[in-house]
Structures are given as C-alpha cells and as structure tokens.
C-alpha cells in the first residue's frame, strides 16, 4: 500500500516556467513533510520541508504548498532552470511512522529544457 | 549541512562473494541509520532500520541473513551483501537522522553493487 502517492510521474517544463509536483498521502498521524532531488547516480538531497501547522513554506525558488484538510502537500519550482533536471521525490514521516522512517512517494523526473 | 559518507562508491564482485559497505555520518552522530535499495527510475525501497548498539530492524520481505547490518557505534553503520548474487546488483544507498531531530534525514551519495 502506497502511504505517499506522488504525481506526475514525469514532467516537461520550459526554462523559466513552474514546475508543480503533487503528493498526498492518507496517515494523519504524518507531522513532516519532506522533499528530496537526486541526480542519477547520486543520492537523494534534501531540498525544503514543511510541518502541519504552516500552510506554506519557501526557500529560495522552491515552495511547498501544505494543505492538511486535503492531505495533499506540492512542491512548485519557481523559474525553472535546466539544472532542475532531477529526480523529485517527496515523502512524510511522524508519530505514526516505525522509528522515524520516511515513507516516499515513485517519484518525478522533471526536464527542464533550455 | 549534515555529511553523509558511503564507501565504497563502485563495487563490481563475483557470484558468491560478500561485499562491505560502509556508511558514516561525518559531522553529526546519529542515533539511527537507514538502508535503502533503488532500481533504475524507481523510488527508494527501505531494507533496514538500524540503531546504534542494538539489532537492525528489517523490513518485510528483506532477508536478514543476506543483508548484514551492524551499526557499531554513533558516526558509522555497515551493509554487508552475503552470497551476493547478480540479482542484488542495485544502488544501495544508507540515510541518518541528523540527531537533533529524528524526522530529518539525510542521505549518503550511494553505492552501486554490480555482481558478475
């Protein structure tokens, strides 16, 4: 059973657009919110995290976008740029998770072309 | 940020072998250390949890006499490959919380196991 469904499972944006990645899950006992970007070959990096009680959080270019009652969380990348071309994966771990594990969702590959 | 270590980077080995990987946190000690096994475009699947000083807790479906964890001490956990066959090859990559907080996690570059 996925805990974390993620979508699009690929994505084309044009340099300099939005590039919006979705993810929701089901376990309300989830109290954080991360997302990661890998580069293949590479492990995956920590990119920018949210907890429940804010409804937005940003960093740079990049901005999560929470909403509990959905229990639905996006990660939108501002002004894309062709070194965006990564692997995005998002993920929620908490109270109901087993020893603090993440649970992630299959991912999205975004290309962002010049 | 937080350092994560894998070594080694690359690993080919024959049929039958066993294959070390270590895991270090550089400039944090972490309490727990995760183990994860990725396939080509897929997302990462968690092997093992593992805490210092005590049995790693695997995952369903993971055999535990095949995948060897030890998590000897605060900076450094181990993955051992046992038997290793060509049906292990696959991108292990190991994670640790950054020990101010349990949610964080980060996530050493990964190491890939081709076995011939």
């Known amino acids: 059973q996925q805990q974390v469904k993620q979508s699009p499972q690929s994505l084309i944006v044009q340099k300099g657009g939005i590039s919006i990645i979705n993810c929701a899950y089901e376990n309300t006992a989830f109290d954080y919110f991360p997302w990661y970007q890998q580069f293949p070959g590479k492990g995956p990096a920590l990119l920018i995290a949210i907890r429940p009680d804010v409804s937005e959080k940003k960093e740079g270019r990049f901005t999560i976008s929470f909403n509990k009652s959905a229990k639905q969380f996006s990660l939108h990348i501002m002004d894309s740029q062709p070194g965006d071309s990564a692997t995005y994966f998002c993920?929620?771990?908490?109270?109901?998770?087993?020893?603090?594990?993440?649970?992630f969702g299959r991912g999205t590959q975004l290309t962002v072309w010049p | 940020g937080a350092v994560v270590s894998q070594h080694p980077s690359r690993v080919i080995c024959k049929s039958g072998t066993s294959v070390k990987i270590e895991c270090r946190s550089l400039?944090?000690?972490?309490?727990?250390m995760f183990w994860y096994r990725q396939f080509p475009k897929q997302s990462l699947m968690l092997m093992a949890t593992?805490?210092?000083?005590?049995?790693?807790?695997?995952e369903q479906g993971v055999e535990k006499d095949k995948f060897l964890i030890n998590h000897a001490s605060l900076t450094l956990s181990t993955l051992t490959v046992t038997s290793a066959h060509p049906e292990d090859s696959s991108f292990y990559i190991c994670?640790?919380?950054?020990?101010?907080?349990?949610?964080?996690?980060?996530f050493g570059p990964g190491t890939r196991l081709t076995v011939l």
């Open positions: 400039d944090f000690q972490a309490t727990t």
């Open positions: 993920a929620a771990s908490g109270m109901g998770s087993t020893l603090g594990r993440l649970y």
């Open positions: 593992s805490n210092e000083g005590s049995k790693a807790t695997y």
């Open positions: 994670s640790a919380d950054a020990g101010v907080s349990t949610d964080t996690q980060y």
